[in-house]
C-alpha cells in the first residue's frame, strides 16, 4: 500500500491566495483526520471524517478554512483567503474505524504564506 | 478538556544510555498514543495504549491509569532514534486525539 498522500509537498503563496492541500487516504480506511502543526502550538486537529462525513470541525480556526470529503479516497483542506499565520505543515492522517485506533500519518504539506 | 504534558521538552545522551520520556494527563481516557517524528517531518505511530505495557525491539511504553501517567523508554539508545516523540490522549467516548508538545530527543554518537 502506498499509505496516505497528500499533495503538494510544499506550497508557497502569498496573502490573500486560496489554498488547496488534498490527501489521498489508506484504500480501506473510513476515518480521515485534518492537523496542523506549528512550532508554537505543536500538533493540533482541525477536523475529520467518518464515513466522508464530518465529524467535529471545532478544531478549524475560522471560516476562511473549509474541508471536504466527497468519497473514501479523497479529501481536501481549503484556505481562502490565505494569511502569513497560517503557515504551518499540514498532515493528514486515516485510520479503520473498528478495527484499528492506529492511524498512519501522510508525509504534510508544509505552507508558507507571504 | 484534556491537557497532556510531556517531560523532558529536549532530552541529549549519549548513544548506548537508557532514555525515559513521560506523558501526564488531566483527564480520563480510552488509549495513550506514542508517535515518533522523524527529523524529516513524517510522523509514525509507535504504541496505542489502554493498560500495562507494550514493547516493540527496544522501545518499551508504559501506562498507570491511575496514575494519569505513561512512559516510553528506549534501551541501548542509537543515534537514529534521535525524533521529537510524542504523546496523544483519546478521552474517554471520543475519537479525537489530543497531543502533548512532544520531547526532542538527540543521541550524540
Known amino acids: 500500500d502506498a499509505g496516505v498522500i497528500q499533495s503538494p509537498r510544499h506550497e508557497v503563496t502569498e496573502m490573500g491566495q486560496e489554498v488547496t492541500l488534498r490527501c489521498k487516504p489508506i484504500?480501506?480506511?473510513?476515518?480521515l483526520f485534518w492537523y496542523r502543526q506549528t512550532m508554537m502550538r505543536g500538533l493540533e486537529l482541525l477536523i475529520y471524517?467518518?464515513?466522508?462525513?464530518?465529524?467535529?470541525d471545532s478544531g478549524m480556526p475560522e471560516d476562511r478554512f473549509s474541508a471536504k470529503m466527497p468519497n473514501a479516497s479523497f479529501s481536501t483542506l481549503k484556505i481562502q483567503p490565505s494569511e502569513p499565520r497560517d503557515s504551518a505543515v499540514y498532515f493528514c492522517?486515516?485510520?479503520?474505524?473498528?478495527?484499528?485506533?492506529?492511524?498512519?500519518f501522510g508525509p504534510g504539506t508544509r505552507l508558507t504564506v507571504l | 478538556k484534556n491537557e497532556v504534558e510531556q517531560s523532558p521538552q529536549n532530552l541529549t545522551a549519549q548513544e548506548g544510555e537508557f532514555i525515559t520520556i513521560n506523558c501526564s494527563y488531566s483527564v480520563g481516557i480510552s488509549a495513550l498514543h506514542w508517535l515518533q517524528q522523524h527529523p524529516g517531518g513524517g510522523i509514525v505511530s509507535l504504541f496505542m495504549l489502554s493498560s500495562g505495557k507494550k514493547k516493540h525491539g527496544r522501545l518499551i511504553a508504559t501506562i498507570n491509569i491511575q496514575e494519569k501517567h505513561s512512559s516510553l523508554h528506549i534501551t541501548a539508545s542509537h543515534p537514529r532514534d534521535s525524533a521529537v516523540y510524542i504523546c496523544a490522549v483519546k478521552n474517554q467516548g471520543a475519537q479525537k486525539l489530543v497531543f502533548g508538545q512532544g520531547t526532542r530527543l538527540t543521541i550524540n554518537p
Open positions: 484504500s480501506g480506511h473510513n476515518s
Open positions: 471524517f467518518n464515513n466522508n462525513v464530518p465529524i467535529d
Open positions: 492522517a486515516s485510520s479503520h474505524l473498528r478495527l484499528s485506533d492506529t492511524q498512519y
